[in-house]
Every structure is written in C-alpha cells, then in structure tokens.
Antibody, heavy 121, light 110 residues
C-alpha cells in the first residue's frame, strides 16, 4: 500500500523560501511514476503546482514556474518542493500525490494528508 | 483563475439525481480526458472518475461521468448524505502545458 506524508515548517516569512518534503512508503520512487504537488488556499479550490519524473522530466504550473523547484532523494525515498519569494497568497494546504498510472503526469489517485503552510511575519 | 468552470453549488434530497457540469475549451476538455475528484470536509481529494467515465476500484456505481465536446458532467444517482463534499473536474491543458482543476462545486444533501 503506497502512502505519502508531507512535512515541513508550518510558518514561513514573506519573501523567504517554502520547503516541503514528501516521504513515500510502500513504493520505490526510482521504480517509476511521476510525482506531484498540489495546493489549496483556505476555503478555495485546488491548484496544481507541478509534476516530475525521478529521471528528470518536470512540468510546472506556468504561473509558479519561476519560483518552483522540485527534486528527489531516492536514497531516502522522498521528494521535495521549494517555492521561493513567498507572499501571503502562497498560504495553503500543500499536498503531495502520485498519479493513477505510470503513464500519467497528473490524474492523481494517491494523496498525502496535506500540510498547512502559512506565510506571515 | 481556473480555465474549467463549474457551478459553485448543487443540492438534492436523499435519493435524488444530481449533476455537475464542467465547461472548458478545445485546449483542455476538447483534447484530453476529464477526471473528477471528491473532497470530503477536512480531507485530501479522492479520484472519483478518470478517463471521462471510468471509476477506480471502490467507487460506487452511482457516480458516473460523461464528456461531450468541450464540456463534461458528473452525475450522482441516489444521492446519499455521505456525498456531501466538494467536487472538482480536472484535465490537462495544451495551451498552458499544465494540469488544470475546475472551480469546484459544493454538493449539499438537503
């Protein structure tokens, strides 16, 4: 059974960098699949941040592309999200997720529980 | 601002049929399959429908999806209290080269 768990600071100051990690259990990241991040501001809808493949293919939301970096640590079986120059508009619940099949870049069917990140001084 | 438009709310009494629309364009729904997600209060979204009308294992068959042109629909037949949730459509968009979610629809069971 594949499980995902997000972790990271719950509070980030404006202009700083948001850093989150997603620990994967029950499946080896290096075996395949794209892996993704999605966020949801409080009381609002879902926004795809991006998806990446462990061998290097990445797809980022064009509205966030200039500030986003996704990376993977196969030795720890986890992947990470960095979002720089954050503002209050980046306050959201951040989810990591895996798509339904290895051919999908999105179409997520396995999700982490989500972690709330608040941007405030 | 999402490129997939949904009605903000829908409602019905237990046992009723409820439908949710999702309107897009040629670059998203018109070119790619549509997925639907259900998000119960305080929980992560759950993939409800994929490839326009397919249900993952474990999803009740009272949930059904369809697509026509640049629009898609989710139908819930025999509405139940546990169906109270937010529902989102989603699809890949070629113009944005991005996965886009709909604006979301809150379903209320009266």
């Amino acid at each position: 059974q594949v499980q995902l768990q997000e972790s990271g600071p719950g509070l980030v100051k404006p202009s700083e960098t948001l850093s989150l990690t997603c620990a994967v259990s029950g499946y080896s990241i290096s075996s395949g699949f794209y892996w993704g991040w999605i966020r949801q501001p409080p009381g609002k809808g879902l926004e795809w941040i991006g998806s990446f493949y462990h061998l290097g293919n990445t797809y980022y939301n064009p509205s966030l592309k200039s500030r986003v970096t996704m990376s993977v640590d196969t030795s720890k079986n986890q992947f990470s999200l960095k979002l720089n120059s954050v503002t209050a508009a980046d306050t959201a619940v951040y989810y990591c997720a895996r798509p339904y099949t290895s051919a999908d870049k999105a179409r997520f069917d396995i999700w982490g529980q989500g972690t709330l990140v608040t941007v405030s001084s | 601002q999402s490129v997939l438009t949904q009605p903000p709310s829908a409602s019905g009494t237990p046992g009723q049929w409820v439908t949710i629309s999702c309107s897009g364009s040629n670059s998203n729904i018109g070119s790619h399959t549509v997925n639907w997600y259900q998000q119960l209060p305080g929980t992560a979204p759950k993939l409800l429908i994929y490839n326009n009308s397919q249900r993952p294992s474990g999803v009740p068959d009272r949930f059904s999806g369809s697509k026509s042109g640049t629009s898609a629909s989710l139908a819930i037949s025999g509405l139940q209290s546990e169906d109270e949730a937010d529902y989102y459509c989603a699809a890949w968009d070629d113009s944005l080269n991005a996965y886009v979610f709909g604006t979301g629809t809150e379903v209320t069971v009266l």
